[in-house]
Nanobody, 127 residues
Framework: QVQVEESGGGLVQAGGSLRLSCAAS????????MGWFRQAPGNEREFVAA????????YYADSVKGRFTISRDNAKSTVYLQMNSLKPEDTAVYYC????????????????????WGQGTQVTVSS
């Protein structure tokens, strides 16, 4: 049974940092591209960041470029999202997802391409 579990969310002041972790089990982690998405209250879920199985190719939403960094440790079957210079508009539930076939134009933004999803972790940034 595949499990994807996020952790590391919490309350932080604007300008602060958080590191989210996402641990996956029940799958060959190194064969999956991984992505982070978020959903703020009243909004649709949106793409944040993604990286390929090797970690060599990374993709970011314009809103987080230069502030967030996605990385992975295949030995630990874990993907991370380092979030710096946080803003109140970053407040959302953050979801981790795994994609077995990351192909096509802008595959990383397409939520329907991801095979497995976590339950999410809340990030709240106070002003």
């Amino acid at each position: 049974q595949v499990q994807v579990e996020e952790s590391g969310g919490g309350l932080v002041q604007a300008g602060g940092s958080l590191r989210l972790s996402c641990a996956a089990s029940g799958l060959t982690f190194s064969r999956y591209a991984m992505g982070w998405f978020r959903q703020a209250p009243g909004n649709e879920r949106e793409f944040v960041a993604a990286l390929t199985w090797s970690g060599n190719n990374r993709y970011y939403a314009d809103s987080v470029k230069g502030r967030f960094t996605i990385s992975r440790d295949n030995a630990k079957s874990t993907v991370y999202l380092q979030m710096n210079s946080l803003k109140p508009e970053d407040t959302a539930v953050y979801y981790c997802a795994a994609d077995r076939s990351p192909y096509g134009v802008s595959w990383y933004e397409r939520q329907d391409r991801y095979d497995y999803w976590g339950q999410g972790t809340q990030v709240t940034v106070s002003s």
